[in-house]
């Protein structure tokens, strides 16, 4: 082992080995040791020493968020803040309440709920004795929470951070951190009746969130897993076909199949009949139409999945969604605790005539299902407590929003200010300040701008750039006559208002604010 260094100020090298003297003045030196590997070992720690920073404590470092990460600017958060409004809006319109549970959790709690997905799962070194990894989703740590409550019937929310060690797609909205909107039904219940209003709430979502047309397309993996048996999958290769299916929303046929031949080892006759399955699509009528395959009517599995997908239909036909929905085999969705129906939501059209259209078209921006056995892998005793839901996938759809605002003209507030108190004249400051105060006092949201004389173009020009719709002026008249001078910002009509009634009127001008 080389070593370099100051002993007394002089310059002293050595290696851990049988010749070693003393010589002038307490320098070690080798006599093998030559001057070319000092300079080596010295240039060395100067490299150290460059990486570490200079003298004045300055460090160089890239300015840059991690990868499938990123910042969001106003502009950006309001868009977001405005479907997470919507989405919420809807959850409580459907009588859920939320939870919140950590951002991680131990690691077995996660370990085997995901099959293939389980490599993307992001561990933490060991803190203090437990072993922990970040949440992939939030549905097993609802189930978690349910058993470790001994909860059995709640209707419930959840928008939350998540992290996957994905491949990122900034472009198409896959991030490594990203939010999810949860929204999950937990009781025993009548078949299909809860699984219904699932769909019916990702309907209006997208609906309301005007992203274009889709389609809802359902399966069970109870039809899924009697598909299987039936075309010849044996019962160990049932998730890893599943999974490899589940690509077939972006993958030809021939790729899957390859697939599940090469790498997962399925004879090619079983993958031929799977491909004559997974072609199929329709709506209630496919159901009846599979019912009387005599194949998959003789296997208990697929025969409890088409009777069950039958009621589906009949209450989605009563929730009026059916033009939306779309029974198809080729669904698999492929983590591993969904038990039956399954559902995901894609976009079917183009966002706009625009040439730069393929960046806003993300595909999948919803999902869910039945997954009546999670909750029992965490409770002691093995109590299952069936549930179904549905999450929405946010960075999908504001990366398609945020697309929309940058091609439209239309300008987005990144404030909710509803006035601006202004003065025309000089030495008002205190006067802005206390009316600014009577108007916060009175739940109105206002400003001022942080200077003693500001002159009034220049308050009137940061309402038209912030999108303030009022502007409240007072000078020596107004204040002598008890009333302010209330300017709308895009007519420029102005009207006296008596101080009195200043926060009435300010309330009915801007009621869509």
């Known amino acids: 082992m080389n070593t370099i260094g100051l002993v007394s100020g002089k310059l002293w090298t050595g290696f851990l080995g049988p010749r070693i003297g003393l010589c002038n003045n307490a320098l070690w030196a080798v006599s093998c040791y030559t001057n070319t590997q000092i300079v080596a070992e010295v240039a060395k720690l100067l490299e150290l020493k460059a990486q570490l920073g200079t003298d004045d404590g300055k460090q160089t470092f890239v300015l840059k968020t991690p990868k499938g990460t990123r910042d969001y600017n106003p502009k950006q958060m309001a868009i977001r803040e405005s479907v997470f409004n919507t989405i919420i809006s809807c959850f409580k319109r459907h009588g859920a309440e939320t939870i919140d549970t950590p951002v991680f959790e131990l690691k077995e709690t996660l370990t085997g709920k995901y099959g293939e997905d389980s ?23 609802f189930a978690r929470y349910l058993a470790m409550n001994k909860i059995s019937n709640i209707k419930r929310y959840h928008i939350a951070k998540v992290y996957r060690r994905d491949n990122p797609a900034m472009t198409k909205g896959r991030y490594r951190e990203f939010y999810q909107c949860d929204f999950d039904i937990a009781g025993q219940y ?13 309907h209006e979502i997208l609906t309301q969130l005007q992203l274009g047309d889709f389609r809802i397309k359902v399966n069970d993996r109870r039809i899924l897993d009697g598909m299987f048996a039936v075309c010849g999958v044996p019962d160990d290769k049932f998730r890893a076909i599943c999974s490899t299916v589940d690509k077939l929303d972006k993958a030809s046929w021939e790729e899957v199949k390859n697939e599940m031949v090469g790498e997962k080892g399925l004879a090619p006759e079983a993958a031929d009949r799977i491909g004559e399955y997974v072609r199929m699509h329709g709506g209630f009528d496919l159901a009846e139409t599979l019912l009387q395959d005599p194949q998959l009517s003789q296997n208990k599995h697929a025969l409890d999945g088409l009777t069950d997908m039958k009621h589906l239909f009949k209450y989605l036909e009563l929730f009026k969604v059916t033009d939306k929905v779309i029974f198809d085999l080729s669904l698999a ?33 919803a999902g869910g299902g039945r997954y009546d056995g999670l909750v029992g892998m965490f409770d002691p005793k093995g109590r299952k407590v069936p549930c179904v839901g549905v999450s929405v996938g946010i960075e999908r759809v504001f990366s398609i929003l945020e697309q929309k605002a940058e091609a439209s003209e239309e300008k987005v507030r990144t404030t909710e200010t509803q006035v601006l108190v202004a003065s025309a004249q000089k030495n008002l400051l205190e006067e802005r300040l206390k009316l600014t105060s009577e108007l916060w006092d009175a739940g109105i949201k206002a400003e001022v701008l942080y200077k003693k004389n500001p002159k009034l173009l220049s308050q009137l020009q940061h309402c038209e750039e912030t999108g303030i719709p009022l502007v409240a002026i ?20 102005e009207v006296d208002v008596s101080r009195v009634t200043l926060v009435e009127e300010v309330k009915k001008r801007t009621i869509q604010s």
Do not use: F, W
Not at 119 to 141: A, C, F, M, N
Not at 190 to 202: G, L, S, T, Y
């Open 119 to 141: 490599k993307l799962i992001y561990d933490l070194k060991d803190q203090g004795g437990e072993l922990l990894s970040l949440r992939y989703d939030l549905t097993v740590p």
């Open 474 to 493: 007072i000078g020596e008249q107004e204040l002598k006559e008890g009333v302010v001078k209330l300017r709308n910002v895009a007519t420029r009509e």
């Open 190 to 202: 009548d078949p299909m009746i809860p699984d219904a209003e699932c769909i019916k709430v990702v």
């Open 333 to 365: 969705r492929g983590l591993d605790y969904y038990t039956g129906v399954i559902y995901e939501a894609v976009l079917t059209q183009p966002q706009n005539d625009h040439p730069s259209e393929e960046l806003v078209s993300v595909g999948s921006v």
